[in-house]
């Protein structure tokens, strides 16, 4: 373990950095679910998360650890979802500006929840245009800093900080389920919970037309997929990343697979039950736990509710009839 | 005020019943709505309450101050909405049973919620039976103890545990909006408010077509009215209580009223940047304060938003077109 790209005390000074800054956000309980699904499940609201997902973790810690020199050039990212945010939010709180690159047909929330972090948002074709070119002539011309959304130390350590959080708050965890699309969130997670508690076992989960870490753990390295449809927009990246990947595979016991109806089934549970909005991404967990009940019975599990970042209108169409 | 039917002790005495059955529910704050609103928002989420609403303070309170041999002949409650599931909740957590009589057509999610807390419910016809007729027989025939859902004081002092909280978590505060229907969790608030901050101003918000209580005052007396027509369903009481009114008319600044439009904009801007799903009724003191901003201009404003009990079909036939 010695060789992995973040180790523990990582995780630590992350969540040195964010204290005070991140919300230590609720974790929810609902004797519904407990008696329907036979486990004890905790819910840990990173919807409710500044910047509305666990991803604020990750850019404010690699954006904070950065010296004044290199702030104050600037921060780029591109991003179509909820890293945008983060970033916009995270250099703002430190004072810096950012350039997020965004496709021209994002959601107009995202775009402007963006804008209104006070980042300049810079839009592209996603047809004809590459947004790491664009993103390139930022950091090459201007010296600003790319923040990735999942390859990179800082921001893996970030988002373990979450997982940190349901252990001291859990007593006697069995298992934490955990989305994964690049791997950031589920490596951070997993270095946290091994780190701290070896016996608790960590599961990441995806939809099953976005396989590409399963089909990587069976392979044992990373392997790609084509732009994958799922209604789980955050978790379409095509390949998980090579130190996020060299993370999981290492600790990780496997990754739990769900279909979309899966996933809406646990967005409407959460909105009726627990009164709270989980866009699909975030609802991919719990989807995960609740079709693998046997999997859990009578342990206790903690499952992460990634983010909340969908507007209304995309919300009623996926859900009407559901 | 010492003539009034509740006091400051009262709701102090309620607080510690519920000590640790009640959830202590979270204070939410949002940059945004701040700077949209010019003032400093606390939004109380009542909707995260248990059985979904500040209801279950009220119930839990009464029936848990009844005599051992009071309980054991069980409790009865009519009810469309909340306070169903309030007293179903309230009767299982303390060991006895409960009857809830419910309109044959309730929705089927209340209907079920009712019935998982463990209470029998005895469905009318609203348009051709009598609730209180059915509710008679249980009280007189059975023994069993009728919890009213506003018009009794130990109902209104638990509510006002919800204001005690405030006032311990939102140091400075200029007002208080809270809905009003009966007027339970208004004479309850206000109760709170005015005995530990007289300073602070209470209002009370209502649908501008259910605005019986503010004519209420107005008039200086309980006044009447029909069935009104709003989105509001908890808060369609055709008349305020005689001690409610009292205490609120003793204690209360103003009534300000809503229009749907407004509730249902409230409604939006909760699901999209606070990840809360709330109710038409949970969403009135929001949509009272967003459209009376000048009277709040630079203030810090608490506002309940006081149950999240609407079940996904119902929320997006209400909202697809906001």
């Known amino acids: 373990m010695n ?26 309980r609902s004797r519904t679910l407990d008696k329907i699904l036979g486990c004890e499940v905790f819910l840990k609201a990173e919807n409710l998360q500044r910047g509305g997902a666990f991803k604020f973790r990750g850019a404010y810690n690699a954006i904070s650890a950065l010296s004044h020199a290199e702030r104050a050039k600037g921060i780029c990212a591109y991003s179509s979802g909820n890293h945008a945010q983060a970033v916009a939010l995270s250099a703002q709180l430190l004072g810096t500006r950012a350039v997020i690159v965004m496709p021209a047909d994002s959601p107009q929330l995202k775009l402007d929840a963006t804008r209104g972090y006070g980042a300049e948002v810079v839009t592209y074709d996603r047809y004809t245009e590459s947004r790491e070119d664009i993103a390139a002539r930022y950091t090459k011309e201007r010296g600003m800093v790319l923040v990735p959304p999942f390859e990179h130390p800082l921001v893996m350590a970030g988002q373990g900080t979450c997982a940190m959080e349901i252990l001291e708050d859990v007593p006697d965890l069995d298992a934490l389920i955990v989305c994964t699309s690049g ?5 951070g997670s997993a270095t946290a919970v091994k780190g ?8 990441g989960s995806e ?8 089909r990587s753990m069976l392979a044992g390295h990373p392997v790609g997929e084509g732009v994958p449809s799922t209604i789980c927009d955050g ?20 990754i739990l697979l769900t279909s979309d109806t899966e996933v ?4 409407k549970f959460m909105f009726e039950r627990l009164k709270l909005v989980v866009e699909p991404s975030g609802a991919n967990a719990l989807a995960a736990l609740m079709s693998n009940r046997s999997l859990f019975s009578n342990k206790r599990v903690a499952v992460t509710l990634s983010g909340g970042n969908i507007d209304l209108a995309r919300f009623i169409q996926l859900l009407h009839n559901v």
């Open 3 to 28: 060789t992995l790209p973040i180790s523990y005390q990582d995780v630590v000074a992350a969540a040195e950095r964010l204290r005070g800054v991140a919300h230590r956000t609720p974790i929810f």
């Open 196 to 203: 701290k508690t070896p016996n608790i076992l960590v599961y």
């Open 207 to 214: 939809p099953e037309t976005a396989d590409d870490t399963k």
């Open 235 to 254: 978790l379409q990246t095509t390949r998980p990343g090579d130190m996020t990947f060299a993370v999981n595979k290492a600790l990780v016991t496997d």
């Open 264 to 267: 809406l089934t646990a967005m």
């Open 183 to 187: 791997g950031g969130f589920l490596s």
